[in-house]
DNA sequence: ACCAATCCTGAATACGTTTACAATGCAAGC
DNA sequence: GCTTGCATTGTAAACGTATTCAGGATTGGT
């Protein structure tokens, strides 16, 4: 392996003045310069990341921790936060944790052994990992965030979103109101199903318990719990999930049962995922602007990793209700 | 921050000893290896991951490049890859080059950097890319191939695939079959466009050449190449999409035109993604083991950085025939 | 009690960089 | 001519670990 002793040799120049030739130019002559570009050149020489990174204790890198990969709206929070990232030379590593917590703490590992400068999450923290990240390293949370923890957070007001979503329903004529929770251990969830219940309060509208049911995020789970809500008595004449693939799934539920969407039961879902419009008929949700979200994230995290100021550690950005067909006036 | 020489002192041995309990322990007596691990414990050490991998050159990081995060097949291939990678105690970098070229070959930077110890490609790779990298680096590849390169492959027969595909649409008595294409540039979408003709030919069916037509892989091509097709004076009975996503936008088109699917067009896709059930109707589709396919490609590429013999070096996996309810017998 | 063999351990070096500090050369100002 | 200052380069010491080699301790056999 040719390193960058071989090159200084070649160039007849010592190994700083060819580190200086990679990170600061202009501080060497022109021709010195040239002499040793020539040589990098001669020897298609690549620097060892490695052992810059031991040297300078920095590694370029963060890690983002995604509760499903495969979940449309996070592919889009990615999708910002890697924009962010290269243009500010971060290489980006994901990890999955397929919605299993206990992996979640390993990640940590990840930063105590710099093999990252920082970490964003898209998933909920167990508070015992909040307490050992917390002011110790550059940690920054996404569409999730945790009571009364200082770690910058970048989301929506979905509490907000969700009355939004439910009032749309209740002025739609609505009172027979079902909502599809998402699991109850995401502060995420929890909010959307407060909003929920914000709205119906404000309304004066009551819902009998029943209709209120947990999913956990996925199409099949949406699917299912749609399914027991079309198997009572009294049926629901409008449904809120708390995320499209749910939406969809209950979709899918209530038109093999031969309803009709919107006709008898209208839906209306939450994260404007790209398939969302697929279905028959195109789901109204309420729209995260998820490139957003990914965008600034990474900002925060940025500051953070260079010790920068952060004036406030709460950004909430705007959602908007986005009307489609599946929702219409009860008659 | 605590280093290794902290804990030797604190344990009063030698940093040797210290490293030997960490990575083989049989060869340190119990003793001292309790008074290492308890400094260890006191002290809080967490060994620097860097200084490890510049002393070993090994960085136990294997990077895949995706052309699409967001595609649901390559999250699948993903999982598969995740699991074997865990397995063996792999981290797996993730990139993903939203289909641009250009950025391809900024990664085998990051094996030259030994930023990474291996590399999967799920997306194509440009012959420059193949050069540099053939026999050089371990790399290998999944879901595409390249022809006439050496570097280990894991896919499915995407021409035999293709042509089980068609076969079935010519069987329903279809004749005026369209083919919605994935990009040019890609051996897989050439491929499936080989097989279409393998069994058109094998039927003797022939198709007006304005019925095959180039989408990207995106639903929005899907879409827009549909609407294309349905502007023609002689309509496609059938359509094969090279894609679900794509089948997925072309069923939405042919319905957005009030035609009916399967009673006037009969649609087939590829992949079997999650969401090729959620729409009405179900799709008829080509299954891929992207579960698998994963699986068995970091199986190869672990075997390749450990300098093990590969013995064959093309791997083929099954596909599947899915029928569902987008495609029916021609009237 | 002595020797050989075995088991543990420590000293020292290497991995490939970056960077603080020192050294050199040169031009300008007096 | 001498000093000062600047620009450029070199020397050498880190960064934190793994590992070779050799030496010391222990064991078992006689």
Chains 1, 2 share one sequence.
Do not use: W
């Not at 390193?3 to 200084?8: M, T, W």
């Not at 949406?222 to 399914?227: A, I, K, P, Y």
């Amino acid at each position: 392996m040719v390193g960058i002793i071989d090159v200084a040799k070649r160039a007849k120049v010592s190994t700083a003045t060819v580190s200086r030739v990679l990170s600061s130019p202009h501080t060497v002559r022109e021709e010195t310069m040239g002499r040793v570009l020539e040589a990098i050149k001669d020897l298609d020489y690549h620097p060892n990341i490695l052992a810059r990174q031991l040297r300078t204790l920095e590694t370029k890198t963060v890690i983002v921790v995604v509760p499903d990969i495969s979940n449309p709206f996070f592919s889009k929070v990615l999708r910002g936060i890697e924009y962010v990232a290269a243009a500010n030379g971060y290489q980006v590593l994901l990890k999955d944790t397929t919605n299993d917590l206990e992996l979640e703490s390993g990640y940590v590992d990840l930063l105590r052994q710099k093999k990252a400068d920082g970490m964003i999450f898209l998933t909920v923290m167990n508070s015992e990992l909040v307490n050992i990240v917390e002011n110790q390293y550059p940690v920054v949370l996404a569409c999730e965030y945790i009571e009364g923890s200082s770690i910058p957070t970048v989301s929506i007001d979905n509490i907000s979103a969700a009355r939004k979503a439910t009032e749309y329903l209740i002025r739609l004529g609505h009172r027979q109101i079902a909502f599809i929770s998402g699991p109850t251990t995401s502060v995420l969830g929890q909010d959307r199903l407060k909003g929920f219940y914000q709205a119906l309060a404000q309304y004066n509208v009551t819902v009998d318990p029943v209709l209120i049911q947990e999913g956990d995020f996925t199409y099949e789970s949406g699917f299912n719990v749609m399914n027991k809500l079309l198997a009572l008595n009294q049926l629901p004449t409008g449904v809120f999930a708390a995320n499209d693939e749910m939406a969809l799934g209950a979709i899918k539920a209530i038109k093999s049962k031969h309803f009709r969407v919107p006709a008898d039961i209208s839906v209306i879902g939450f994260d404007n995922i790209k398939f969302s419009t697929i279905v028959e008929p195109e789901l109204t949700t309420i729209a995260q602007p998820a490139f957003e979200i990914g965008n600034k994230a990474m900002d925060l995290l940025i500051k953070l990793m260079k010790n920068k100021k952060i004036i406030r550690n709460q950004y909430i950005l705007d959602d908007k209700l986005i009307i489609r067909n599946s929702c219409v006036k009860k008659l």
